[in-house]
């Protein structure tokens, strides 16, 4: 089963866009309260930036979503994002993207760079922002993310109307300058509406950010060899006992 080529079976026939399910009990709220108050959430805690952007699938890239990073920096080479649909109270997971330095990226088998997808254009162009935040501010992480590159899996895909994560999870590719890496404008539009910024604005006051000298043509894959991925869920035998030593 291709999953990401194809939309599963409809889900139970509740109303709205979220997962089907009961609403929330007092004792479960009282318990998420008590629950937060004793323990320490540490990982969640280091979040410390919301990125807005926007992603295409890797096997049909007509397909574009915008998405919310939630991003905590394990150090200055390697930063984990839990992305959301939205920056709402009731936003659903959907999906987790690691970045990583230009350094760690080369460093990286051939075939696993075929994953990842470079960032200067994502940055240079106005796309990648941090909502509230002053340019100024975020000035120089904007330096550094333009050297990036991102592995971006979609577990939800709320766009095809999806009210649960269903099947395999789906690479996605970050904006480019080219055909199909080309964003709408109606996404564009309706996101710097949200925010009341302007994405072109953005895009000129960014001119002087410094592009890596040299982008790998494995990032990108898509870009020189018309190629995108897929995941497909096959059955196989059970290893049923550890190998001998």
């Known amino acids: 089963m291709a999953s990401s080529d194809k939309s599963p079976e409809p889900t139970p026939p509740y109303g709205g866009e979220q997962p089907p399910g009961k609403p929330m009990t007092m004792k479960q709220h009282v318990l998420d309260k008590g629950a937060a108050m004793m323990q320490s959430l540490k990982p969640i805690k280091q979040m410390s930036q919301h990125v807005c952007t926007f992603a295409l699938y890797s096997h049909d ?12 920096r394990l150090n200055q080479d390697f930063l984990q994002c839990a992305v959301y649909d939205s920056d709402d109270s009731t936003a659903r997971l959907i999906g987790v993207e690691y970045i990583v330095s230009d350094k760690i990226f080369e460093a990286l088998p051939l075939e696993e760079q075929k994953l990842w997808h470079s960032h200067a254009y994502e940055v240079k162009s106005g796309l990648w922002v941090n909502p509230r935040v002053p340019e100024m501010i975020g000035r120089p992480e904007l330096d ?51 925010y009341n910024i302007s994405t072109d604005a953005l895009k000129q006051s960014r001119v002087e950010i410094d592009e890596p000298e040299w982008i790998s043509p494995q990032a990108d894959y898509w870009k020189q060899h018309a190629k995108g991925f897929a995941v497909d869920i096959q059955s196989i035998e059970m290893k049923k006992r550890a190998p001998f030593p």
């Open 144 to 194: 550094n993310m333009a050297k990036t590159y991102g592995k971006f899996w979609c577990t939800w895909q709320v766009d095809r109307g999806d009210r649960l994560p269903l099947g395999a999870p789906a690479l996605m590719m970050s904006p480019q300058a080219v055909n199909l890496g080309m964003v709408r404008s109606d996404l564009v539009q309706k996101r710097d509406d949200k």
């Open 61 to 72: 890239m007509s397909r574009q979503i915008e998405t919310h990073h939630y991003v905590s």
